[in-house]
């Protein structure tokens, strides 16, 4: 296991955590929401736990990341959920064994939402209700030793920030309360039922981010990150790019990145 400088593996003392999918901080423009997320796995003894399951697009790269480390979905002991939005939690199916994790309040309020019109998906949370794994948490409650769970809403009423208190460094996992380094540097966010009380939840997860030094936040929808002199600085290097058949041959492939230097160089040619 790495310090973390690679983005992906950190050595947290008594846990190890492995980011299986960096989020992506972007929408598609004409075809909907990505809904790219991130899945972290922590690992403590015998017991492993997924923070965020993703969605069903995530599903073999899910399978995938577990079998790299010889593992299969029924190794896997507990499920952190920081939401119940379509892209975090769809895929608590594949662990039916596992312990079931999402706060009270959001079990509540996405059971009630109307079906159809959001991103909650609606038999997915009505049936992960009455699961017989499942365990409605409250702030401040401990999920999995040595993860706390904090009520952070704003992009739902139930959004939950999950902390792991490390031997020397904590690591802050925010789910889509914080989805990305432009939130957490504006304290602004782009989804959510109240501005104010998103605000503060932000403001919430600086300050358990700087609490110790050299602690790692990880959002919902970009690179992992530590504080350098107060300033939020990536760890690891983002990777995303959609591959596309333009041509007459499924041989022939046209890929097309998603970072930020070509995606520039791209809305120049195109001016």
Not at 96 to 105: K, L, Q
Not at 146 to 154: E, K, L, Q, Y
Request: hydrophobic share 40%.
């Amino acid at each position: 296991m790495t310090d973390g400088s690679d983005g992906k593996k950190f050595s947290m003392g008594d846990h190890d955590v492995e980011i299986f999918i960096h989020g992506f901080p972007g929408k598609s423009v004409c075809h909907g929401s990505l809904g790219f997320s991130t899945i972290a796995m922590i690992s403590h003894g015998e017991r492993i736990a997924l923070v965020d399951v993703g969605s069903f697009g995530q599903r073999n790269l899910l399978l995938s990341e577990l079998d790299k480390r010889g593992l299969k979905p029924a190794d896997v002991t507990d499920i952190l959920l920081t939401h119940s939005h379509y892209d975090h939690s769809i895929n608590w199916t594949m662990f039916p064994d596992a312990n079931i994790v999402i706060s009270r309040v959001e079990m509540d309020w996405s059971v009630k939402e109307p079906w159809g019109l959001t991103p909650v998906p609606e038999l997915y949370v009505r049936e992960l209700e009455r699961w017989p794994t499942l365990r409605a948490v409250e702030d401040g409650d401990e999920v999995f030793p040595g993860v706390t769970a904090h009520m952070a809403p704003g992009h739902t009423p139930g959004s939950l920030v999950f902390v792991l208190r490390g031997r020397d460094r904590d690591m802050v996992l925010t789910g889509d309360a914080c989805k990305n380094r432009a939130e957490l540097l504006s304290r602004g966010t782009d989804m959510t039922y109240d501005a104010a009380v998103s605000s503060a939840s932000i403001e919430m997860v600086w300050r358990q981010w700087a609490r110790r030094p050299g602690s790692i936040l990880v959002p919902g929808h970009d690179l992992p990150m530590v504080l350098d002199n107060g300033t939020p600085r990536y760890l690891g290097e983002r990777e995303a790019a959609i591959r596309a058949w333009y041509g007459e041959d499924l041989n022939e492939i046209t890929v097309f990145s998603l970072l930020k230097e070509n995606g520039e160089e791209a809305k120049a040619a195109a001016e």
